[in-house]
């Protein structure tokens, strides 16, 4: 056993989004202790430029190594997308994993006849690391790339189905899935089989885009195959935590610890109390 076996798994978000995919690495790693770190101060990073982006995820990834983490998670896909080749340089050896080429590879499986279309924040789509993820799995797919923007929005208020959810996903996808008449990007293309959600809230809006795509399409997300991919490397890195003691959970955010607990308790399916949620400064 590796001795920084019994250091907590750091991950990081912009915000709450990321608890969808720390709900998904206690399920499959119920023996680990999570540190979960939400910069909701700055929170949204998918309208921001490149070099902000990689400046703030490298200032929230140190708090979590100086706090001791035997490895970081970057459980956003916007701070993934920019900054995830410059965090495994700055932080090695420490292992760091991100959720993008997760995702890209549920997508790439799910899919039947390749063409998949990727929705996520504007600098994660403007970035294309889907894309070329997607095309390093399976470089017969046909992806297709939207920036939906107010989705972040709408699952923070907790509207996560309805009218007013559907119409705003309509208004996005409706070119692309040949909705209400409208007409498919390219004729040559298939229509698309699957829907991967490339932004951690977007999982929440998954009965409303249910409703919008289909029940054809396959709508696939990073969490599960994010957690997987967390189990194999700790495996890999004898880095598994061997206690029997209960796991430990701390959240950290750096704005309103109350709003936090109460969105996150969306994100993360069951209720966070306000007095598990520190405040912190970058
Ligand atoms: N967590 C971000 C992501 O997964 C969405 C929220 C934001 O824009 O900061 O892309």
Partial sequence: MNDSS???????????GG????????????GEDLLYLGDTARLPYGTKGRDTIIRYTLKA?????????KMLVIACNTATSAALVTLREHFAPLPVMGVVDPGAQAAAAASVN????????EATIAGGAYQQAIAR???????????????????????????????????YLADIFSLEGGRAPDAR?????????????????QEALRNVVGPGVRIVDSAATTAQRVAEELRATNLLRQG????????LTTDNTARFARTGSLFLGR??????VSLVDL
């Avoid at 990834?61 to 983490?69: E, I, N, P, R, Y």
């Avoid at 390749?114 to 996520?120: D, F, K, Q, T």
């Avoid at 790339?145 to 959810?165: D, H, S």
């Fill in 137 to 171: 799995i399976r470089p017969d797919a046909f992806v297709t790339g939207r920036a939906c923007t107010l989705f972040v929005p709408l699952a923070e208020e907790g509207w996560m189905n309805g009218p007013i959810v559907e119409g705003v996903a309509r208004r």
């Fill in 19 to 30: 608890l969808t995919v720390f709900k998904a690495l206690a399920e499959r790693l119920p």
């Fill in 61 to 69: 990834a140190q708090k979590l190594v100086d706090m001791g983490v």
């Fill in 244 to 251: 029997d003691g209960p796991a430990h959970y701390s959240f």
């Fill in 114 to 121: 390749g063409h998949i279309v990727v929705v996520a924040t």
């Fill in 271 to 276: 209720n966070l109390p306000d007095d598990q």
């Fill in 189 to 205: 293309t298939p229509a698309p089989d699957t829907l991967l959600l490339g932004c951690t809230h977007f999982p929440l809006l």
């Fill in 6 to 16: 019994r250091l907590p798994i750091g991950l990081f978000d912009s915000g709450m």
